[in-house]
């Protein structure tokens, strides 16, 4: 394998919670990976497709059709990636939109591939224009113009590539401009994962870390793991560090849980800077609504901390909305908080009204 670059996913999100990859999830995630479609959890569906796009290409002898994977950071896109080459039993190649700032790294990278290759493309949606028209041709017709000379001058030389298979990562298909997403023979969405799920992974890794852990512990790790393997497997190991050092290294319900606690990862994965801006909205602002503005200098955060890092998790739990007229909390935020929620008529600026069915 070929890590262009820093390698994926280079999130700069460096919370216990962040989805994003740190330094030492790069280095563990190598060997938590799963091999083959078998040893990958859930994600039905798309294995499912995928084993079938996989078996029709091997069965023609051919070179599997371009993919694209869909979904939140740390859900699994670079591992499937990698099972895609293992299944075609390929070498593969990886790198991410951002380190393709010029056609000229893309035409590098394209015609040093060899045939039948992989190439993973995390953050495609991030690569730059020019690069991304190369790689329409490239995806189509195995073939890239390289330019070269400046100006009136300028002569594009046709390069023929091996085919190869392009498997394109990003966070929102949606992002993607038509003409590159119609290119992809199949388009994967990868979804957040189930409690029971992330219980599998985490008894998978524990396996493959050897710590042992009871039914009871990888419960309580799930469920603080905001639906995402990434978290789930580095929530095991700050859990693996107490059981050493507090208790006799076996991980059950009271051990993960009191380890999350010196965290400050709650029972439903809220870490502290959630809690801040939910906290501050119900506290200060009688749950709502308060523009994000206002409500980021009450936790004194920038503006795009409050909006990208603490609030997606926020919604996608409902716990809070943002609405027109600004950021409101849902009664299952003041239920998590242990708040009581003002009557209707004191205080609440109205926002009961926004929730009447
Ligand atoms: P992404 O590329 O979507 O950010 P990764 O493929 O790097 O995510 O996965 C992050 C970590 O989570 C890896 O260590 C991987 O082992 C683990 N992981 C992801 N999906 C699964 C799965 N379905 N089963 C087991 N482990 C998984």
């Known amino acids: ?14 919370r216990l919670v962040g989805s994003g990859a740190d330094g030492e999830d790069q280095a563990v995630e190598a060997a938590l990976r799963p091999k083959d479609l078998d040893e990958f959890v859930g994600q039905e569906k798309v294995r499912e497709q995928l084993d079938l796009v996989l078996r029709a290409a091997r069965a023609r002898g051919a ?28 070498p593969i190649r990886i790198t991410s939109g951002p380190a393709i700032q ?27 224009r020019p690069a991304e028209e190369m790689l329409y041709m490239a995806m189509e017709d195995f073939r890239v113009d390289v330019i070269v000379g ?22 929102r298909a949606g992002l993607l401009p038509p003409p590159l997403r119609d290119r992809f023979g199949f388009t994967g969405h990868m ?20 710590v042992e852990i009871d039914v009871e512990g990888a419960a309580e790790i799930a469920g603080r793991s905001r639906g995402t393997p990434r978290i789930a497997n580095r929530l095991l190991r700050r859990v693996r560090d107490y059981a050493q050092v507090k208790a006799d290294g076996v991980i059950n319900r009271d051990i993960a849980a009191a380890a999350l606690k010196v965290y400050e990862v709650d029972a439903r994965g809220l870490d502290r ?31 795009e901390t409050v909006e990208e ?11 809070l909305a ?14 998590h908080l242990g708040l009581v929620p003002p009557q209707q008529g004191q205080g609440g600026s109205g926002q009961q009204g926004l929730f009447r069915a």
């Open 1 to 14: 394998m070929n890590w262009d670059e820093t390698g994926p996913d280079t999130d700069t999100d460096q």
């Open 63 to 90: 070179t599997a059709d371009h993919v694209l994977l869909s979904g939140a950071p740390g859900l699994g896109k670079t591992t499937l990636s990698m099972i895609i080459a293992a299944e075609m039993n390929a």
């Open 102 to 128: 010029h056609a000229g790294d893309l035409a590098a990278i394209l015609s040093s591939l060899q045939e039948g290759e992989v190439l993973f493309l995390d953050e495609i949606h991030r690569m730059s």
């Open 150 to 171: 400046k100006g009136p001058g300028a002569t594009a030389i046709p390069l023929e590539l091996p085919p190869f298979t392009l498997v394109g990562a990003t966070t």
């Open 191 to 210: 979804e957040f994962y189930e409690p029971a799920e992330l219980e599998r992974v985490i008894h998978r890794s524990a396996r493959l870390l050897d």
């Open 273 to 303: 800077l959630d809690r801040a801006v939910l906290g501050a909205l119900l506290k200060l602002f009688g749950g709502g609504p308060v523009g994000l503005s206002t409500l980021a200098v009450a936790v004194g955060e920038e503006r």
């Open 309 to 319: 890092v603490a609030e997606p998790f926020l919604v996608r739990e409902g716990l």
């Open 322 to 335: 943002r609405t027109p007229r600004g950021r409101v909390a849902t009664p299952a935020a003041w239920a």
